[in-house]
């Protein structure tokens, strides 16, 4: 009997830690999709380590880009525990086709970028992530980003497999409704097909779009200091670096290992305080690509905003060593005061 009562001190000593450890956040899961690749989220949810759970909200046909959020719905308590384990069930449009998939999320990463926080780049006050983005692209792909104050940090990827998802289940109110008739939506997004009726799917652009290189983004402009920097990588992970950051403010401002972006922005100021906005929104995708796979992958790689005191001369610059080539497809014009 002392035995067993011992036992159960001991389970509830133990239950009592682990709820301890386990911290609660306010976070809503959201989903999207490729432009020109529309989905449908038929079902999917996240599973809580309190053991509760929340669905994967989508409003129609998601297709608003690669690493964006879209429809969210406030669900259970405002703080909620990280997820554990997900699983998605969705339709693609393009390839007329379902997938599923039940994947473990990996919850010690994800608790390390909850206990750490963000930063918001406004205010240099402590925020944290607030949405958990989930993506579906044609070839099973599932990417996960967590997101907050400008900054998107890829997760996980998963691949799904193919599966059959009957009409009744799918569309109760009208179960005689074919597959081809459900898959053709034309009207909607005109754009998808006109697409698809030049070129084929390329099943690996979004693996290719993952992959990083060594670089930063800096100016060098007379008289003007460099106080942020933002981009969006077509991976669909976002950074804000800026010179509120008490942990890694601008000044210092170092190589890291990031994918190819895809808009990219800068924020100087002169001794007056004046402060000036450069965006380039976005890049183009041929020619920005075709740069980083032909560098060096040994050197690191400089994206420079080049331009003289009274803003003349402006030029972009890709530069790794002594070696610089001018970005050419870019709108010089698109700068403003802030």
Known sequence: MKKIIVLTLLFLTLLISCQAKMEKYEWLPTANAPELYPTYIHNGHFYLEDGKSVY?????????????????????EDLKALPVKMDITWASYMEKKFYTGSWDMPID????????????????????????????APGGIVVVWVYGDSQQIEVARFQAKETHVAMEDLIPGNPTLSYEEYFDIKESVPEAYENLKKKS??????????????????????GHQLMNTGFKMFNGEEETIFNKNIIEPIKENPFKPRAVPKQLNFLFEDNKKTQTVFEVKPFDEEE????????????????????????????LIFK???????????????????
């Open 56 to 76: 994967i909200p989508t409003a129609g046909v998601n297709s608003n880009g690669w690493g964006n959020d879209g429809s969210t719905h406030s669900q259970g």
């Open 109 to 136: 990463t994800l608790k390390k970028l909850f206990e750490k926080g963000t930063i918001d780049w406004r205010t240099g006050k402590i925020s944290n992530y607030d949405e958990i983005i989930v993506n579906c």
């Open 201 to 222: 799917i390329q099943y690996d652009i979004w693996d290719i779009y993952r992959k990083k290189y060594n670089w930063r983004a800096t100016t060098e402009i007379e």
């Open 288 to 315: 920005i690509m075709g740069l980083f796979r032909q560098a060096d992958p040994d050197k690191p790689i400089e994206i420079i905003l080049r331009m003289k005191a009274d803003f003349s001369n402006r030029s």
């Open 320 to 338: 790794q060593g002594e070696k610089e080539i001018p970005i050419k497809k870019v709108d010089f014009d698109n700068m403003w005061e802030y």
